[in-house]
């Protein structure tokens, strides 16, 4: 029935028991800080009565993450769009950096498109190619992107049929898993990501040779891009980055 050298992988979000209804802000851990700092200091006794309960989120995300949200935000506002549900009276800018639902702190808001956003879980399944019987079935965070779960999976699934001495040679999914890091990952396994590029993926920039031995790019006026490391995105996202010399940029005409 399983044949295990070719697995394929999706995802879909499932429903969490919690209603969009109840999301409420989370409280900026800093205020929180300093008021029980205060209270701690003036009376032993009140602290305990200003304690905040055990069920209470708090932001944890980094002031530049919350600045871009605000961003989006204020665009939203500036500039609406036709989604599901923006014209309704009660609707609201949520975000899971500044918003949870106390019934299911682990639900995360999400949407999928043409669909109303709700509570969600994530989750993935690879599915063995030959019969279609499910090889393995995992639940994450609903905020998290298809491509960041690839490698987890992979490694359960190529782990379980090798108990089984049954060998994955091939992974077929959707653009959504892919990125550069996935296909080295499973590179390194032994697999073959039948996955195809993102939309945006250039494989060649139009006047700007690469030179695989010196890792460089060559601009219009023959200048060296030398590769200079990496740029880390957000969500975690890996991108190399090749920069011109200041020098350069100012012999380069714009």
């Not at 800018?93 to 956003?117: C, E, F, M, Q, W």
């Not at 494989?203 to 880390?232: A, T, V």
Request: with cysteine; hydrophobic share 30%.
């Amino acid at each position: 029935m399983v044949s295990g050298h070719t697995q394929a992988v999706d995802s879909a979000p499932v429903k969490a028991n919690a209603s969009m209804e109840s999301v409420v802000l989370k409280t900026p851990a800093t205020s929180i800080d300093n008021h029980l700092k205060k209270v701690e200091e003036e009376n032993q006794e009140a602290k305990k009565k200003n304690d905040p309960s055990s069920s209470a989120a708090y932001v944890t995300a980094p002031e530049h993450h919350l600045r871009r949200v605000k961003k989006h935000q204020q665009n939203l506002i500036d500039n609406p769009v036709g989604a599901p549900g923006a014209s309704h009276e009660k609707a609201q800018l949520l975000s899971n950096k500044t918003h949870y639902n106390p019934h299911d702190p682990d639900a995360r808001i999400s949407v999928k498109p043409g669909k109303a956003r709700k509570l969600n879980y994530h989750c993935s399944m690879a599915v063995d190619t030959a019969e279609g019987v499910i090889s393995h079935i995992q639940a994450d965070f609903a905020d998290g992107r298809d491509s960041q779960y690839l490698p987890s999976i992979s490694m359960q699934v190529q782990n379980r049929l090798k108990k089984n001495e049954l060998a994955m040679t091939d992974m077929l999914a959707d653009a959504g898993y892919s990125n550069g890091s996935n296909y080295n990952f499973l590179e390194q396994r032994g697999i073959t990501g039948w996955i195809p590029v993102f939309g945006k993926y250039k494989p060649e920039i139009e006047d700007f040779p690469y030179n695989k031995e010196k890792d460089e790019y060559r601009c219009p006026m023959n200048k060296p891009l030398p590769f200079k490391g990496f740029h880390i995105g957000v969500p975690i996202v890996f991108s190399r980055k090749f920069t011109l010399r200041y020098l350069d940029k100012k012999l380069t005409p714009s």
